[in-house]
């Protein structure tokens, strides 16, 4: 997993302040996934995007959330006003191609703790 | 929505048993992946399954999806300490390449 990098690893944040999760694709790697896992549950897909565009924020909540991946630099999912029920792993994953069959490459994932 | 349900969701099995875990949907996927996940870390792409009926083998491990394409197995043979961790299947649809996990199965192989 050393090809996608995500930091921090781990995130502590009091309930109302706002979280910064940051992921650096596999080199090469223009596509990014970024996905929540809870305890117990699976992964699931939050948002997808290409360098400055949003293709899928499906699975994004509708407030609160939000992502980018600009033209330089790591892709960032930003959660303003935390609560509670956000502490969760967050995982980022990356491709070389959105279509096809191309595989997707996982970071180690934030943890992320709400005081 | 399509639902991906992995079974069973919980292993534990002796050194040098053999087992399989099952994935299983009732949609239709362009290809099916395996990745196995430990504490701590994401998960890693084990294979991938495009053709239905494929099957695909890794070592000790044997992969195969459904005729259909709706469903794939996991059998794992002579399993080792090594093999322990959290086994999740995802199925992918072609376009853009939005893939939907399982839940997973978690195994602990006891030496």
């Known amino acids: 997993n050393a090809g996608v990098m995500q930091n921090p690893r781990h995130l502590v944040r009091r309930r109302g302040q706002e979280a910064r999760l940051r992921c650096s694709p596999m080199k090469g790697h223009s596509h990014v996934y970024w996905y929540r896992q809870l305890p117990e549950e699976g992964l699931k897909f939050m948002v997808y995007l290409q360098k400055e565009n949003i293709i899928d924020e499906s699975g994004m909540p509708k407030e609160r959330f939000s992502a980018e991946f600009p033209k330089e630099g790591p892709s960032i999912l930003r959660i303003q006003q935390v609560v509670r029920g956000d502490s969760a792993a967050y995982f980022c994953?990356?491709?070389?191609?959105?279509?096809?069959?191309?595989?997707?490459?996982f970071g180690d994932g934030t943890r992320l703790s709400i005081l | 929505t399509q639902l991906l349900e992995q079974s069973p969701q919980f292993l534990s099995i002796q050194e040098g048993e053999n087992l399989t875990v099952y994935c299983n949907s009732s949609s239709v996927f362009s290809s099916l992946q395996w990745y196995r996940q430990e504490p701590g870390e994401g998960p890693v792409l084990l294979v991938t399954v495009v053709t239905g009926g494929e099957v695909k083998k890794l070592k000790r491990l044997t992969f195969q999806f459904g005729d259909a394409r709706k469903d794939s197995s996991l059998h794992i043979t002579a399993a080792q300490p090594g093999d322990t961790g959290l086994y999740l299947c995802a199925g992918a649809n072609g376009g853009y390449q939005k893939v939907t996990f399982g839940i997973g199965t978690k195994l602990q192989v006891i030496p």
């Open positions: 994953a990356s491709s070389s191609q959105g279509v096809g069959n191309q595989p997707q490459h």
